[in-house]
Structures are given as C-alpha cells and as structure tokens.
C-alpha cells in the first residue's frame, strides 16, 4: 500500500489556548514555529506553560525557531474508526534549535517506510478549525533530490 | 527473604461481577455493577456491606472513562451507616494497586476500619481505544490531540518504537507476551478470550499503531472488582486467610511525569515504564529483591509496557527485557517469574488493573485457577500511566 501519509481531517483539528499557549498558534497563524525560552535560565519548554521547570521564572522569551526537526521517534497509525484509509505518521520530534523541548505532530505527504528515527524534517502549516494553523512536518529535501 | 509476617494490614476479600464484551452488561449502570462486586467482596469475608467505613478508589473515582464512582450514591443504596474515609488517587489506572496503599493508610491513621478498593467500568458511551480523540481539546492536549494518536495504546506505540530502536527489541517479543497470556486465560472460566493464540495469528493481524497491531492492545470489557482490606488485627477475625499487605507504593518521578501524555521525557525513560522508583520503595520497603517475587501480576494494556516493567521491576537488565520474554522465562510453565497467570487485561478481562490484584490474593491464598506452587510473595502493578504509577507486593501472613 503506497497511501502517503496525511493530517487528520485538517477541518476538524480544534486546538484551544490559554494565556501561556497563545503566543505559540498566534505565531503559527503566520507560518512561525516558536517556543517559549525562559528569559532568565535559557531553558526551553513546551508545551508552553506558566512557569520555568528549572527556575520557576515566568519571564519567556518566545524564540522563532528555523523550522527544523529530526524524528525521535514515532508511530504509523493505520486507519481510525470511520477513517478507514486514513495514514498517519505520528511523531514526536526534537527540535535542534529548541533543545530538550519536542512537539508531537505529523509527518505528511510522505512513503510511510520513508519514516525513521532520526529522519531529517522541514515545518509546515496546515489550516484547521477556526482559523487556525497547525505546524506539521514534512520529510526534508536532501541535497537537491525531493524528500518524502 | 525478610518479608515475612505478621503485616499491619491485609486483604480479606474480594469480589467481581461476570466479565463482559463491550456493550454487554447492559442494562446494568455503574452503581449497580459496582454495588454487586463490593457485596461479593463482603461476602468474601465474611463482613456486612454495613461494617464498610472507607472507600480507597484510584483514578479519581471515575469509572473508566466519562463515568464516575460516588462514595454517597454508594452509602444510599447498599444501605452503609456511616463512613469516615472517601479519597482517591490521582489520574488513572496508574493508581489501582497503589489503592490499597490507600486504603492501608486510612486504616493505619485510624480513620476507617474496612476499606473498600472498587472499579466499575462500562464503554458504550466511551470506548477507551479512542479516549484521547473523544474529549474536547484543552490548551495541554491541543499539542497532543490533532496527532492522531487517539488512544492509550497509539501514544505508547511510539514508546515501544523507541525501546526497538534503542535496544533492538523484537515484535516477536511483543507476541510472546500476548501468547503468554492468551494461554493462560484458556483454563479460566472467566476468561473472555478462550481460544489458543499463535504466532501465525499475531503476525496476520491487523496493525493498528504500527509497530503495535490488534493482539498487542488490551481487550474492552465491562464488569466490576471491588477489594476489602483491614487491619491485620481485624482481618484474623474473618472468614478468609488474610492475604497480607507486604507494601505499597504509588508516585513516580518529574522525568516521567506526563508520559505519552506529552512525551518529553529524556531518553532513559522514554522508553520505560516509569516503575523503576516505585521497585526500589517496594523492595527496600519489603525488604527483598525481585528473585523473592514468585509470581507477577503486571499491567498490562499494551504488551511492550509488560516488557518495560519486567526491566524496571529488575527481572531483567534494562534494555534486555526483548531476549527475556523470548527465552520463556514469564510462561506460567516453566518461567522463572510467571506473569498474569489469570490472562490479564490481554486475555482474561481489563478492569484497570483490578483483576491483578484479585489474582495476587488468590495466588497467595493458594486457590488460583494457574496456582504457582507455593506462592509466598505477588507483585502486583498499576499503570504505566500518567503518574501516580503504582505497585503493591502482597504476602502471607505468617
């Protein structure tokens, strides 16, 4: 089967935010991937929350991130209830630029078998529910042959 | 082995209602089904509803998932006087065994005399395959949710994924431990899953959070367990050989946290079971090491979690838990350590977690079904979960 791997229905992903959330999709909203940098230890966190785990600081420096991420690692969820065909590549990535910090998303557009730990990816931004963005992944272009 | 009796508390009775596919225990409710288990229990040993003062639940009273236990609702109709200890652990499934180092607190602090330990579960409104896709998205889960990993056992997929790349752990590995199960649900009469499981089956089924398929997943079933535990004084009473509480423990450590509910743990535990601080209370609270433990009763919704708390529970070294299983060392016939031989949550029924700890205090009273000769000591485990984890070694009295 060479179904290539996708998002969830992208019209119905809800996310919702509170105050310590809401920097991070109003900067997706403009195609940004940003963390929350705690302003006084340099510690990175997410998801984003009202404190610093190191130094319980609630000064953030949000910290628009290049983009790039590598596979830590990740599940191929084949099929839901109701979605039968549906390919999902889940992942829970590292982001070199945000160290200790990881996102859990999808890998999309790509082979299923194209998915390893370690695997080299690019952001980008689904439109979901409610105006919203959701970063996702793609597999990332490697010396000028297209990824994925 | 120092872990030998008399022990402050004991268990002295448990009861259960039939098992059930999902669906099937309508037109019961909750109340009803958990009503019934906590009058077996009673009977069991040999108390009356109305000798009850405590209730000891874990996953914050709820039943399952979108119902919920009440200790009122309970007092009103079975007819309980008075009780002077309500309280419940924290998050989920977790907490099972580590209730009845609730309940053993209660009874030490002189709150209550006999606590009740019960979970009710029903999922036709809810099925917990899908739970983490059902609920409305907070701001926390809306960096979790639109993943796609919907259920428990899609977010510890990526878990197990993690222990295969870090220390080359087999799917055949995963099979082992289903197999295992499966053969010794066949003698249990309760069992829902009867039928011999082979090789064959595992690998031609269905992959539903690849590298996890349909065998790897605990059944959805319906029922309830309830458990009475008392003080060691009490229990010398009643009608049952006590079944003693060795030690209890729940918690766990920031670097697990969260879990699969996030995934931001370092690399040493991110692909374990969070259990490796709840053994080493057990055992120094016990005063043993796991070569005591004869039989194992390890939750088990996801096979490679077993896998994972053998290692953390020192049965096997850390990383090596793969060749373990492999070698038969958890069959109930010829294991070194037999593991959940009533079948588990793979096989037998999943009540989170309730039906280990009915399993331990019958492989200590010497009246399980898959009896482990002379069984002395029973490790018994709740979660991996979201903490609080927990364990729970249970023992005879004397």
């Known amino acids: ?148 | 082995m120092s872990a030998s009796g008399p022990f402050d508390t004991a268990i002295v009775g448990v009861g259960a209602t039939p098992y059930y596919r999902r669906g099937g225990s309508a037109p019961q409710t909750i109340t009803e089904l958990a009503g019934k288990a906590i009058i077996a229990a009673c009977e069991d040993a040999g108390l009356s509803v109305k000798d009850i003062d405590g209730f000891a639940y874990y996953s914050g009273a709820g039943a399952g998932y979108g119902q919920s236990m009440d200790t009122a609702t309970f007092m009103e109709t079975l007819g309980i006087p008075e009780v002077t200890f309500s309280a419940a652990l924290t998050s989920g499934g977790g907490g099972s065994a580590g209730s009845i180092g609730l309940a053993r607190a209660a009874i030490l602090a002189g709150d209550a005399t006999a606590v009740v330990t019960v979970m009710a579960l029903q999922q036709v409104k809810q099925r917990l395959g899908t739970v983490f896709g059902a609920v409305a998205p907070s701001p926390e889960n809306s960096f979790l949710q639109p993943s796609g990993l919907v259920g428990p056992g899609h977010l510890m997929s990526v878990l197990a994924r993690r222990h295969m790349h870090n220390y080359g752990t087999r799917r055949e590995a995963f099979a082992e431990i289903a197999l295992s199960s499966r053969e010794n649900a066949l003698t249990r009469p309760k069992a829902i899953m009867r039928t011999p499981l082979t090789l064959d089956d595992y690998f031609n089924a269905r992959m539903i959070a690849d590298p996890l398929c349909l065998f790897d997943f605990c059944l959805e079933t319906e029922g309830a367990v309830a458990v009475i535990t008392t003080s060691a004084q009490r229990a010398k009473d009643l009608r049952r050989e006590p079944v003693g509480v060795v030690a209890a423990a729940h918690g766990g450590v920031r670097e697990w946290g969260r879990a699969f509910a996030w995934y931001g743990m370092p690399d040493e535990y991110f692909a374990s079971s969070g259990h490796a601080p709840i053994a080493r209370r057990l055992y120094d609270r016990a005063g043993i090491t796991p070569d005591d433990i004869d039989v194992a009763l390890i939750y088990d919704h996801f096979t490679p979690m077993v896998l994972m708390q053998l290692e953390d529970y020192g049965f096997c070294k850390k990383g090596e838990g793969g060749p373990f299983v492999e070698s038969g060392a958890i069959r109930y016939k010829g294991g070194s350590i037999p593991v959940n031989t009533h079948g588990g949550q793979l096989s037998e029924a999943y009540i989170i977690g309730m039906t280990h700890i009915v399993e331990g205090v019958e492989q200590i009273r010497g009246t399980a079904v898959n009896q482990v000769p002379d069984a002395k000591l029973a490790l018994v485990t709740g979660g991996p979960a979201a903490l609080p984890v927990s364990g729970l070694i249970l023992g005879r009295m004397a």
């Open chain 1, 1 to 148: 089967m060479s179904t290539l791997t996708a998002t969830l229905p992208p019209a119905g992903i809800q996310i919702t935010t509170d105050s310590a959330t809401e920097p991070f999709w109003l900067a997706a909203k403009e195609n940004r991937l940003v963390a929350p940098k705690c302003a006084d230890c340099g510690t990175f966190r997410l998801p984003p929350s009202p404190f610093c785990p190191n130094c319980q600081s609630q000064n953030v420096d949000w910290v628009t991130l290049s983009g790039r991420a590598t596979v830590y690692s990740f599940s191929i969820v084949q099929g839901l209830p109701g979605q039968p065909e549906l390919t999902l590549a889940a992942v829970v990535v590292d982001l070199p630029d945000a160290p200790g910090a990881r996102l859990v998303s999808n890998v999309v557009d790509a082979d299923p078998g194209a998915v390893e730990i370690g695997t080299p990816l690019t952001v980008d931004f689904v439109e979901i529910a409610d105006g919203w963005k959701l970063p996702v992944f793609r597999v990332a272009a490697v010396a000028g042959a297209a990824g994925g």
